[in-house]
């Protein structure tokens, strides 16, 4: 099995972080699969984004979502999706394709009959945009992920991936337990049928996220506990 990550939104551009994140992606053997951004950055200068996509090795730009947005208005999202649309097109322009990264606001009901999410899979043309689907969100949300990963077909590009649960042992104060992230395999996600939607349709990437709530405390322990369940189902 490879490695491979997310370069996430959140961090400061420039062309020295630029330069010190390319060399230890160099030292360390990652693949850079795709590179998180705003669709504010991409409106302002796609051609900027795309050829810092480029420097990092990778043809996906994708958007983690918009903040301070309301999901929940359906003419909102028809503009969402028209904008996700043109920043595509320019993207396309510039030989890299764009993404959207889905956690589980896009659930909300826009109508009686679609949420968020049918919207942009609706609206959004396959040559401008497409998905990388974050099944641990939706299953968060109370949604089916493997149905929402059948209906995106071929247009879900990336997969990513972690499962759900809680380390409770022992008697507990109350009958309701908080859930959150876990190695995978050890929650109560059904990851395994995941896993077969997400090589039947080809997807280009697993990406795991591990970000907190680890097994002993240890990030590094996390991490091989879920790269064994990758070597053995991926």
């Known amino acids: 099995y ?3 990550a997310d370069q996430g939104g959140g961090y400061a551009r420039g062309q020295g972080r630029q330069s010190r994140l390319a060399r230890f992606g160099q030292r360390s053997g990652l693949q850079v699969v795709s590179l998180h951004t705003d669709l504010g950055s991409l409106e302002r200068d796609a051609k900027a984004v795309a050829d810092e996509a480029k ?3 990778t043809k996906y ?3 983690t979502g918009m903040y301070r947005f309301d999901y929940g208005d359906e ?3 028809h503009d969402l999706a028209a904008r996700l649309n043109k ?3 320019a993207l396309k322009a510039e030989g890299v394709e764009l993404l959207y990264h889905n956690h589980n606001c896009e659930l909300r009901h826009v109508n009686a009959e679609k949420r968020a999410y049918d919207i942009l899979l609706e609206e959004t043309d396959p040559q401008f945009v497409n998905f990388e689907f974050d099944s641990y969100w939706f299953t968060e949300g109370g949604a089916n992920a493997l149905a929402w990963m059948q209906r995106l077909g071929t247009r879900m590009k990336l997969w990513h991936i972690n499962d759900r649960g809680t380390r409770i ?3 507990a104060v109350t009958p309701i337990l908080k859930t959150d ?6 929650g109560n996600m059904d990851l395994d049928s995941l896993m077969a939607q997400a090589l039947t349709i080809g997807v280009d990437a697993v990406i795991l996220e591990s970000h907190r709530n680890w097994v002993d405390n240890s990030p590094i322990k996390s991490l091989q506990l879920s790269a064994e369940y990758l070597k053995q189902h991926g």
């Open 2 to 4: 490879g490695a491979a």
């Open 55 to 57: 420097s990092f090795g």
């Open 61 to 63: 730009v994708v958007i």
């Open 75 to 77: 003419a909102t999202m």
């Open 87 to 89: 920043a595509g097109e």
């Open 169 to 171: 042992s022992g008697s």
């Open 181 to 186: 992230s876990m190695e995978l395999g050890t």
